[in-house]
T-cell receptor, first 113, second 115 residues
Framework: DSGVTQTPKHLITATGQRVTLRCSPR?????VYWYQQSLDQGLQFLIQYYNGEERAKGNILERFSAQQFPDLHSELNLSSLELGDSALYFCASSPEDSAYGYTFGSGTRLTVV | DQQVKQNSPSLSVQEGRISILNCDYT??????FLWYKKYPAEGPTFLISISSIKDKNEDGRFTVFLNKSAKHLSLHIVPSQPGDSAVYFCAASALGGTSYGKLTFGQGTILTVHP
């Protein structure tokens, strides 16, 4: 158990729908990161929150949004889903805004049908 | 624009031999490099890292080498064990940049160690 909890583990939904992925960071970590891994691809950085504020944005679609709550858990919202959004979505956390001490969760596998 | 590349999708080695996984990068702002190991149905697990002020870092059976002039790093596993079979990702960070925590990943290399 890495200490980073992602729910749900699996999600199957139809095109056009909206889903919310949840991440609880490791205790004490202030930064939360979201990554997308499509088939046979590396992990693509989506967005980072640090202590409740957005810190960095990657190649995140406008249909996607995220937030970090006061208790530091984070949610990634995906709307108007398309078949190409099917992927593994990983959350990671770190103590500060730094690549040191990065810990990944086990991911949410999203399948859009 | 693939800033971190792992050009070998797969590597197969015999147990007890050396495994060498390679990674190239293009962004000269990268100054911290990491290797992650990933098993199916699990998240990536940190393996070893190296700062750009060093050219080598060792941790048990794992050694990472960094050649800044060539923008190339490699991970050596000696001796290789069947339990090392996994996908290995190279990642890079620009600690001196505006987003210190953002990691840029390579596509991964599937390592298979045969008994």
């Amino acid at each position: 158990d890495s200490g980073v909890t992602q729910t749900p583990k699996h999600l199957i939904t139809a095109t056009g729908q909206r889903v919310t992925l949840r991440c609880s960071p490791r205790s004490g970590d202030l930064s939360v990161y979201w990554y997308q891994q499509s088939l046979d691809q590396g992990l693509q950085f989506l967005i980072q929150y640090y202590n409740g504020e957005e810190r960095a944005k990657g190649n995140i679609l406008e249909r996607f949004s995220a937030q970090q709550f006061p208790d530091l858990h984070s949610e990634l919202n995906l709307s108007s889903l398309e078949l190409g959004d099917s992927a593994l979505y990983f959350c990671a956390s770190s103590p500060e805004d730094s690549a040191y001490g990065y810990t990944f969760g086990s991911g949410t596998r999203l399948t859009v049908v | 624009d693939q800033q971190v590349k792992q050009n070998s999708p797969s590597l197969s080695v015999q147990e007890g031999r050396i495994s060498i996984l390679n990674c190239d990068y293009t962004n000269s702002m990268f100054d911290y490099f990491l290797w992650y190991k990933k098993y199916p149905a699990e998240g990536p697990t940190f393996l070893i890292s190296i700062s750009s002020i060093k050219d080598k870092n060792e941790d048990g059976r794992f050694t990472v080498f960094l050649n800044k002039s060539a923008k190339h790093l490699s991970l050596h596993i000696v001796p290789s064990q069947p339990g090392d079979s996994a996908v290995y990702f190279c990642a890079a960070s620009a600690l001196g940049g505006t987003s210190y925590g953002k990691l840029t990943f390579g596509q991964g290399t599937i390592l298979t160690v045969h008994p």
